[in-house]
């Protein structure tokens, strides 16, 4: 019982660390997409400093570039359209 019990607060930490990676790996791409890096340095530097591969790396910029950013700038948009009618 006390394996099982240890087992499944293990299984926890992962699930929180890779969970935590995950969304510095957001927040990188996109702090690095919006300062205007090029696209084969945003690459190199979640890489070497997230330590994912090409394969991912290359993902991650694309979902970036392709659904986040996009939805993002259409939210800021929207926001900014409300809070000028309210005004």
């Given at each position: 019982m006390l394996d099982a019990v240890r087992e499944s607060a293990r299984r926890r930490d992962d699930d929180v660390i890779n969970e935590s990676q995950d969304i510095g790996i957001?927040?990188?791409t996109a702090?690095?997409?919006e300062a205007k890096v090029k696209d084969d340095s945003?690459?190199?530097m979640l890489q070497k400093f997230w330590g994912i591969t090409d394969y991912e790396a290359r993902e991650r910029l694309r979902i970036e570039k392709t659904i986040e950013y996009?939805?993002?700038s259409v939210a800021e948009y929207l926001m900014s359209?409300?809070?000028m009618t309210k005004a």
């Open positions: 957001q927040i990188t702090a690095l997409y945003i690459i190199r996009p939805c993002r359209e409300e809070a």
